[in-house]
Nanobody
């Protein structure tokens, strides 16, 4: 059974930082890559960042570029999303997900095979 478990969410003031973690079992991030999404109430789910194995690149949404960094620790089968200079509009549930094998759509939700249950990030102004 594949499980993805996010952690690290919480309440932070604008301008602060958080680091989210996602630990996988039953699937290997080094093999499949990983994506981060977020969704605020009443809004569409948004691709935030991903590590693509198909082209060996990382990708970021324009809204977080320069502020967020995705990384991985293969020994721990864990990925991270370091979030700096947080803004109130970053408030959302954050989810990690595993893309389809060979997918070139790692920031699009239809390209995902597995999802975690999410962790809440709240940024106060």
């Amino acid at each position: 059974e594949v499980q993805l478990v996010e952690s690290g969410g919480g309440l932070v003031q604008a301008g602060g930082s958080l680091r989210l973690s996602c630990v996988a079992s039953g699937v290997t991030f080094d093999d499949r890559g990983v994506s981060w999404f977020r969704q605020a109430p009443g809004k569409e789910r948004e691709g935030v960042s991903c590590i693509s194995r198909s082209d060996a690149r990382t990708y970021y949404a324009d809204s977080v570029k320069g502020r967020f960094t995705v990384s991985s620790d293969n020994a721990k089968n864990t990925v991270y999303l370091q979030m700096n200079s947080l803004k109130p509009e970053d408030t959302a549930f954050y989810y990690c997900a595993v893309p389809h094998r060979g997918s070139r759509h790692c920031l699009e939700d239809y390209g995902m095979d597995y999802w975690g249950k999410g962790t809440l990030v709240t940024v106060s102004s």
